[in-house]
């Protein structure tokens, strides 16, 4: 079974800084998704960026980017230029292009931006 | 973008009522809908999916009787607690998702409701 793994229940950043959360997963398949997703304190779950396994490139989306790593099997998400708004949980998640009704989700981490 | 509305955001009631909530698609056909289970400070757990027209299948370990889920239409779904005890208390969160579109077939994301935070006395 897939898993997910966020290693970093809590991370911290200071407005207009470059954060970078970590996220490891487990996964004997070779075609899947990778998804981060935000939830601030209203609790909707938003999503911020996605990446399709079979894609070298890593995706960005204005200040966020990922650092894919397949052979490694890792998905950080970096946040450039930090913004209060910014402050949230952060949920990486993985999704199996042959199962796609099974979205797996690591335990989070929590963003603290200081301003 | 996608919206997915989710009522009601929150309820509290007695122990062993049922408690109905409702996952809507506002602007798109949802033809898969799923339904999550989020402990405080935990990360969420499937609880089940539901394919329109179709029965729901349910993640090992819960209840399908305890938890009844419908998708009657491409833009509803709902999930009742039956008979609901103060261990169903919890923040339930819906998605949705579209079926994947031609040409390139590519699946579609999943988008989420506001949750829904039951709380049994």
């Known amino acids: 079974a897939q898993t997910v793994t966020q290693s970093q229940p809590e991370m911290s950043v200071q407005e207009a800084e470059t954060v970078t959360l970590s996220c490891t997963y487990d996964?004997?398949?070779?075609?899947?998704?990778l998804f981060w997703y935000k939830q601030p304190p209203s609790r909707q779950m938003i999503l911020v960026i996605r990446q399709e396994a079979y894609k070298q490139q890593n995706a960005t989306e204005n200040r966020f980017s990922v650092n894919f790593q397949k052979a490694a099997k890792s998905f950080s998400l970096k946040i450039s230029d930090s913004q209060l708004g910014d402050a949230a949980m952060y949920f990486c998640?993985?999704?199996?292009?042959?199962?796609?009704?099974?979205?797996?989700f690591g335990a989070g981490t929590r963003l603290t931006v200081k301003p | 973008g996608a919206v997915v509305s989710q009522h009601p955001s929150r309820v509290i009631c007695k122990s062993g009522t049922s408690v109905k909530i409702e996952c809507r698609s506002l602007d798109f056909q949802a033809t898969t809908m799923f339904w999550y289970r989020q402990f405080p400070k935990q990360s969420l757990m499937l609880m089940a999916t539901s394919n329109e027209g179709s029965k729901a299948t349910y993640e090992q370990g819960v209840e399908k009787d305890k938890f009844l889920i419908n998708h009657a239409s491409l833009t509803l779904s709902t999930l009742t607690v039956t008979s609901a005890h103060p261990e169903d208390s919890s923040f339930y969160i819906c998605?949705?998702?579209?079926?994947?579109?031609?040409?390139?077939?590519?699946?579609?994301?999943?988008?989420f409701g506001d949750g829904t935070r039951l709380s049994i006395l």
């Open positions: 996964t004997s398949e070779s075609d899947y998704y």
């Open positions: 998640a993985y999704r199996s292009q042959y199962n796609n009704n099974d979205m797996r």
């Open positions: 998605s949705a998702r579209a079926p994947s579109q031609s040409p390139f077939w590519e699946d579609q994301p999943q988008h």
